[in-house]
C-alpha cells in the first residue's frame, strides 16, 4: 500500500530504520543523463556517495590467528607474494582481518572520475588523455 504525502509516494510499511535515501536526482531524465555521462556530480556529492558508515577493524585488534596475521603481513611487505587465501569456517575473522588491513596500506590518491582520469594524464598525455567531462574541469 503507498501513500501519497504532499509531491511524495512513500510505502505504509516503512519503518523508521527504513527511511528512503534522499538524492539530488529529481527526475528520470536527470538520471538518465548522469548515468550516461552527460551531466557530473559535483565533487560535493562524490565524496558524500563514497563516506562508508563502516570503521574499519584495527589490525592490532585482532586476537588469535598467529599465522593469518603473518601472512597478511608478509603480502603487505612482499610485493611479489601474489596474495593471501583465507579459509576457514565462519566466523573465525577472515572478512575482518582482510579489513583490518585498510589503516596499513598507504593512501593513493585515486580517480573520481568514472572513467579513472587522473591529473597527471593530462600532464603526460595531454587534454586527449582524459575522457570529456574531466576535459572540461
Not at 611487505?77 to 576457514?88: A, E, Q, R, T
Not at 586527449?128 to 574531466?134: E, G, L, S
Amino acid at each position: 500500500m503507498i501513500s501519497e504525502t504532499g509531491d511524495q509516494s512513500v510505502p505504509d510499511d516503512l519503518t523508521p530504520n527504513d527511511e528512503p535515501q534522499t538524492s539530488s536526482i529529481s527526475s528520470l531524465r536527470e538520471l538518465i543523463d548522469l548515468v550516461s555521462g552527460k551531466t557530473v556530480q559535483t565533487s560535493d556529492e562524490q565524496t558524500d556517495a563514497m563516506i562508508s558508515d563502516q570503521q574499519p577493524f584495527p589490525f592490532l585488534g585482532l586476537v588469535g590467528q598467529e599465522e593469518m596475521k603473518l601472512a597478511l603481513l608478509l603480502s603487505l611487505i612482499n610485493p611479489k607474494l601474489d596474495g593471501v587465501l583465507l579459509i576457514g569456517p565462519r566466523g573465525t575473522g577472515k572478512t575482518t582481518a582482510a579489513r583490518s588491513m585498510v589503516d596499513l596500506l598507504p593512501q593513493i590518491p585515486r580517480s573520481l572520475c568514472f572513467y579513472g582520469c587522473l591529473p597527471e594524464d593530462i600532464e603526460q598525455g595531454g587534454i586527449d588523455a582524459v575522457c570529456p567531462d574531466c576535459a572540461r574541469k
